[in-house]
């Protein structure tokens, strides 16, 4: 694989932590999105539904409400169509923590004093992942293991900037991407050594340095050793290089 081939490789995934974002949110709201109001619970059909309990050691219901002394909502358990929920309130009333599980995977978010979401975990087919968001609700910052291997993202407060660590098998690599999501610098250690591709503002890869395979105008791949640098032209040719 040549290091613009693992590259492109990484843009897709980029693009798929963006996705698996927006889901991680979803993912929390289908339980518990409306109903996280301490007014949707009625304490008297609460305490109704556990009278009719099988046993004295065992409680059946649908929904359930934890109050302080002062009889003010702390936490709440539902089960709806979608699946169960949890969440907790803090001393104002604001909610700052809940779990949810539907059909597809569980999720656990976290808000912050000011009712922003700030943590979100979840876990489903493609593995589990945690977005962590600023004071603004943008995601700044995603890891994730995907079935091949690890993933750790960043974004700049637009939500376009991005730094990119991921470990595949072949081996560790670190992309770094432009306001524009344009790739601009990526360093890869493979198997027979390191490699480092440098961009320019339209995406054209400008220079290499150490371990690099690359494909000719007929299709056939070049390899370059550790020790070299090869410089390309606008056009993408080769210009210049420096072998050892």
């Known amino acids: 694989m040549t290091i613009e081939e693992r590259l492109e490789n990484m843009e897709r995934e980029l693009g798929r932590l963006k996705r698996r974002n927006r889901l991680l949110l979803g993912a ?11 007014g949707v619970f009625e304490t008297t059909a609460i305490r109704a539904r556990s009278q009719e309990a099988r046993t004295a050691k065992e409680i059946r219901a649908r929904s359930f409400v934890l109050e302080d002394e002062n009889g003010k909502v702390c936490a709440g358990l539902v089960v709806d169509k979608n699946g169960p929920g949890l969440w907790m309130y803090d001393e104002k009333g604001e909610i700052r923590a809940a779990l949810a599980l539907d059909k ?16 979100r975990l979840a ?5 589990p992942g945690l977005s962590l968001l600023d004071e603004n609700g943008k995601t700044r910052a995603e890891v994730a293991v995907f079935k091949g291997g690890p993933d750790l993202a960043l974004w700049d407060e637009k939500g376009t900037g991005c730094a990119r660590l991921a470990l595949d098998k072949d081996g560790p690599a670190l992309a770094l991407f432009d306001e524009k999501r344009t790739a601009r610098a990526r360093l890869a250690v493979y198997k027979d050594g390191p490699a480092l591709g440098m961009y320019d503002e339209k ?42």
């Open 104 to 119: 597809d995977h569980p999720g656990l978010e976290l808000w912050d004093e000011k009712g922003t979401g700030r943590a």
């Open 28 to 38: 929390i709201f289908l339980v518990a999105g409306g109903l996280i109001a301490p």
């Open 203 to 244: 995406g054209i890869f400008r220079v290499s340095v150490g371990k690099t395979k690359l494909k000719a105008p007929d299709g056939k791949v070049i390899e370059y050793p550790e020790s070299s640098l090869v410089l390309f032209g606008p056009d993408g040719k080769v210009i210049w290089t420096a072998i050892k």
């Open 123 to 127: 876990v489903d087919k493609d593995g």
